[in-house]
């Protein structure tokens, strides 16, 4: 019987969209505005950095005239104030002939439209469009679940030959021993396809030796090789071609569908599957490599990075996330 678990970041669990953060701020006269954002940078930490990428530094005073307030630091209600941070806004008081003071502004980051539009009124906020609630993300169906599986029980399989191959060696590393690459799902294979494995190109020359190829990264390696020999095999008279033949929607749509084929980057789309959790190198490979789903049947309690030791794929300054999943199968 099989159990699919998704990974998630502990702070994309449902959290209390109103909740409010208290924040040291400074009212001061407006001309000291470009002087005071200034200083905050130089002497501050970001409020990205700080973790409140949502709000804006400053806003118009909503009592005085003639005034703006600042965001310096959270308040933090457990601690007493650090010195050196009292030190720091007393000089900005004198100096900017500004008061201290402290207001209340949206914890975290808005969900919605609404959302944002309703709190930005009490203290401006930036909003992404792309932010998406974790009860928003699209769920994987019972037919898609069984889908995995049998990639997930290919992936075991391959790591069974594998084991197989190198039983008198010591191996170096604690990762998946087998890995099997999937393409988008298409009509003719509602299961999707089978675009690259660890397994096939275990014993090619390149591979001998080096420490550093797991079974993940050859198996990324193997798509890296399919582009190659695409683009080696894309013609110049092919690509005119394909420019030119527009004007026949039929044939143009043809070639779209060959296009997006033809000039994926790396695991763009793709789902990778594997017998075991990977490790830091090959879950950082597959952001790389732009993979859409990592799915994976056994933790890896040493050197598991995405959900035993690590969460890589919940790190939000990375330029690229894909889901995780821990599917369990009998």
């Known amino acids: 019987m099989e159990s699919l678990e998704e990974i998630v970041a502990p702070d994309a669990l449902p959290q209390d969209a109103d909740a409010q953060q208290r924040f040291h701020a400074l009212a001061f006269p407006t001309q000291h505005g470009s002087a005071v954002m200034k200083h905050l940078a130089a002497h501050f930490q970001s409020l990205a950095d700080m973790g409140y990428a949502h709000l804006k530094r400053m806003k118009k005073h909503p009592e005085l005239k003639s005034a703006l307030l600042a965001l310096i630091t959270p308040v933090d209600d457990n601690e007493p104030p650090n010195e050196l941070l009292v030190a720091k806004c007393s000089e900005m008081e004198e100096q900017f002939q500004a008061k201290l003071t402290s207001v209340s502004v949206l914890k975290h980051a808005p969900q919605t439209r609404e959302a944002f539009e309703q709190h930005t009124k009490a203290w401006p906020l930036i909003f992404h469009a792309s932010v998406l609630p974790v009860a928003q993300v699209e769920p994987i169906s019972e037919s898609e679940a069984q889908q995995m599986a049998q990639h997930v029980r290919t992936a075991v399989s391959l790591a069974a030959q594998f084991d197989a191959a190198v039983a008198d060696k010591k191996l170096p590393f604690c990762c998946a021993h087998g890995c099997v690459v999937v393409g988008p799902l298409a009509s003719s294979t509602p299961e999707g396809h089978v675009v690259a494995d660890s397994f096939a190109r275990r014993d090619h020359a390149s591979y001998a030796f080096r420490s550093l190829y797991h079974p993940v990264m050859v198996a990324i390696d193997s798509v ?32 779209n569908k060959e296009d997006v084929e033809d000039e994926s980057y790396l695991c763009t ?14 879950a950082m490979a597959l952001v790389h490599s732009r993979a859409r789903r990592i799915v994976f049947a056994s933790l890896n309690a040493t050197d598991g990075a995405l959900a035993s030791v690590h969460r890589l794929h919940t790190i939000k300054s990375l330029n690229h996330h894909y889901r995780v999943f821990h599917l ?3």
């Open 269 to 282: 789309g793709y789902d990778v599957y594997m017998d075991r959790e990977p490790c830091v190198m090959c």
């Open 328 to 330: 369990r199968i009998s």
């Open 224 to 255: 890296a090789e399919r582009d190659r020999q695409r683009a080696a095999a894309s013609t110049p008279t092919k690509k005119h071609k394909r420019a030119h033949d527009v004007n026949d929607a039929q044939e143009a749509d043809s070639n």
